[in-house]
């Protein structure tokens, strides 16, 4: 899905001089202490080659983008991987409480980053506030309407498609609610790894992962975008860059909510939870 947007981003610059490439994640199934301490290992590398080598050695003059990487089973490689390079910039499409569960490893994991001298960029003004990371707003592209316009019937009322992240408790409640009120929802929820499930939270879940041209064309045929984030989270996420550009209504959790939509088009979980006929 990153690989989908950057292209989509890219592809409307007038410099046409860039190359996109996709990279696999092939680690992340693989031990958790190895993963990490591989990451570490990669991270430290770099480290002593930006503080020998890299000054003598010859260095690429190509600039690299590393768009919503920032798994460190992947992050650290790709650092090290283009290490010769002029620049190297990070854009976070997560806030960073979900880089690592540890708050320990997660500062060790920040620091170490930023002693490489990548540019962090993110789009959570809490979290550029807190780790003193580069900050601009949420990023969308207006030439996917065009291109996924839909001017057919919509097909459903409710719209959530995304990984569990510990979401599953609330998408559940919030379908119970919907069914009381005969709205037709389409709940497409991916399991998180290496977590139990019970046999009936197992129905509600899909292992194939949608590509982001399935997830538009869905949201085209839909009328009403759920959207929950984790707690803290200030920037405005895409699920609601989504709703906005897409002209869809948007049950939200988030506090600060983006101010861009009319009122007509946001309901909070709360609202929503006390008069759901409203949608």
Not at 126 to 142: E, L, M, T
Not at 230 to 235: I, N, T
Request: positive net charge; hydrophobic residues 40%; glycine residues 2%.
């Amino acid at each position: 899905n990153g690989y989908f947007l950057s292209n989509i981003f890219l592809k409307n610059l007038k410099n046409k001089d860039y190359e996109i490439i996709e990279f696999v994640n092939k680690n992340n199934n693989k031990n958790k202490l190895y993963n990490h301490l591989l990451g570490f290992i990669y991270l430290f590398m770099t480290i002593i080659y930006k503080k020998t080598l890299y000054v003598c050695c010859n260095k690429k003059k190509d600039d690299v983008i590393l768009f919503s990487i920032d798994e460190i089973e992947l992050l650290p490689y790709l650092v090290w991987k283009y290490r010769k390079s002029k620049n190297i910039s990070l854009w976070l499409w997560n806030p960073t409480i979900k880089l690592l569960k540890n708050k320990y490893e997660r500062s060790l994991y920040i620091y170490m980053l930023k002693i490489t001298n990548i540019s962090i960029w993110t789009f959570d003004a809490n979290d550029a506030k807190k780790y003193f990371f580069n900050y601009h707003p949420q990023i969308y592209s207006k030439s996917l309407v065009n291109d996924y316009k839909h001017s057919g019937l919509l097909e459903y009322d409710i719209l959530f498609i995304g990984h569990d992240k510990n979401r599953l408790k609330e998408l559940k409640k919030i379908k119970e609610k919907l069914n009381l009120f005969d709205l037709k929802t389409f709940l497409y929820i991916i399991p998180d790894n290496n977590k139990v499930y019970t046999i009936e939270d197992k129905k509600l879940m899909q292992e194939k992962i949608l590509s982001y041209d399935e997830v538009l064309k869905l949201i085209s045929k839909s009328k009403c975008i759920i959207d929950l984030v984790q707690s803290g989270q200030e920037g405005a996420s895409l699920r609601e860059l989504e709703a906005l550009f897409f002209n869809k209504k948007l049950i939200s959790n988030r506090v600060n909510i983006d101010k861009s939509f009319s009122d007509k088009n946001i309901l909070s979980l709360e609202n929503f939870y006390d008069n759901p006929k409203i949608i």
